[in-house]
């Protein structure tokens, strides 16, 4: 799968280890930065993510902050985006069979890099179930 992947200065830890877990498990994987612990703003790197999930340059997006929620709010924004928050591995397939989350996203500071990857496992091996969530999900976007 092509994924891109994205952090601020809280998560780039997390994200350079998830990189290359996911390229060891033959994923490719396209890093939008930041690649610095230095601070930085989310949506500098959350809106180049979105745009590429949009334009389906890259198959689904994986974004790191401290708490998940600046990039989810900034990800959001995107009509083409949906991003679900998680943190442990039955919200990870939650997000994925129910929400049927193009971004997933983490609180890189409240989790551990363990969890982070069996969130990451999960998230990608599960399969949206479609069906009353399918009706749920259409009535998101405002009209
Ligand atoms: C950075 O200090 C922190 O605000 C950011 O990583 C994130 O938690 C914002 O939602």
Redesign the pocket.
Known sequence: MKIGICS?H?GVEYKARLIAYLTKKGHEVVNFGTDSTESMD?SDVAHPLAAAVEKGEVERGIAL???G??MAMTLNHHQGIRAGLAWNKAVGALVKEHNDANVLVMPARFISYTMATAIVRTWIETEFAGGRHARRIAKIPVK
Do not use: E, L, S
């Open positions: 601020d809280a989310y902050c401290g708490t929620n600046g």
